[in-house]
């Protein structure tokens, strides 16, 4: 007698699961075009990885370093190339902020820490994009620094968690000029699928993002070309070969 209750209560189980995905069914993620040879965009896309353990079982993963990476659009191939990482930094300090990380004058890149060795004060490292070396020491402030999501038209991007429809598992990638609201990009993705860190190219006509399943991908603001996904997968450099990293956030998009 258990065992035909049990044997009831799993098909029931089975035939309730079943109806649910029926009705609402399984959304894929949404597909973009590749980014080849023939792609005409140019400047670099800077980004902030975490490098972790592979390890499965908790309290992993473990966090083994914090990166600064580019891909270069205008060479081809494309190869992801580094520019700094945490544990290049240790001389200056063991609480570098690489979550605060931002391009700093086109040609470097801040990283903010605090100075406990002197007089424990907010400073900041600039970090040349070409060559990775640390060119100045300068003190900081908050305050001082706002990244803006204006393009050179003054269109501004909207933050994707604005747009998205979790319930009905819409996302999108808006932006607003002086009048309206317009869409770039719209599409049907499962309920764990987003986008993050939006940041216009220089020219003010693509936008970059990074979404949930490590990758970057361009958007063209007037639709002439599909989104376009930059694979980390074919890009990932030898340093990381042996662990797993994360896309962290994508800091812009230079010339």
């Not at 100075?115 to 640390?134: H, P």
Request: hydrophobic share 35%; proline share 4%.
């Amino acid at each position: 007698m258990p065992n035909k209750r049990l044997l009831f209560i799993s098909t029931g189980i089975l035939l309730v699961t079943t109806f649910i995905v029926g009705m609402f069914g399984v959304v894929p993620l949404p597909e973009y075009d590749s980014i080849t040879e023939d792609s005409n965009f140019e400047g670099k896309v800077i980004y902030h990885v975490e490098v972790q353990t592979k390890n499965i079982i908790p309290p992993a993963p473990d966090i083994l370093d914090s990166c600064i990476l580019y891909v270069d659009l205008s060479e081809k191939p494309i190869e992801e190339k580094k520019i700094i990482c945490n544990s290049d930094l240790y001389d200056y300090s063991y609480d570098i902020y690489f979550y605060d990380a931002e391009i700093y004058q086109e040609d470097s890149i801040l990283l903010r820490y605090w100075d406990s060795q002197s007089d424990n004060e907010q400073k900041a490292l600039l970090v040349n994009i070409d060559t990775g070396q640390v060119t100045d020491q300068i003190s900081l402030n908050f305050s001082n620094y706002e990244n803006n999501q204006m393009n050179v038209y003054g269109e501004k991007l909207i933050e994707p968690w604005d747009t998205s429809d979790y319930e009905t598992r819409l996302i999108g990638i808006y932006y607003v000029n002086r009048t309206e609201t317009i869409e770039v990009f719209s599409s049907k993705a499962p309920t764990n699928y987003y986008y993050e860190s939006l940041h216009w190219s220089p020219d003010g006509n693509s936008i970059i993002a990074g979404d949930s399943e490590n990758n970057l991908i361009i958007f063209s603001k007037d639709k002439t070309s599909k989104p376009a996904q930059i694979d980390f997968e074919n890009l990932q450099i030898e340093m990381f070969d042996d662990d797993r990293r994360v896309l962290i956030g994508v800091l812009g998009w230079t010339n």
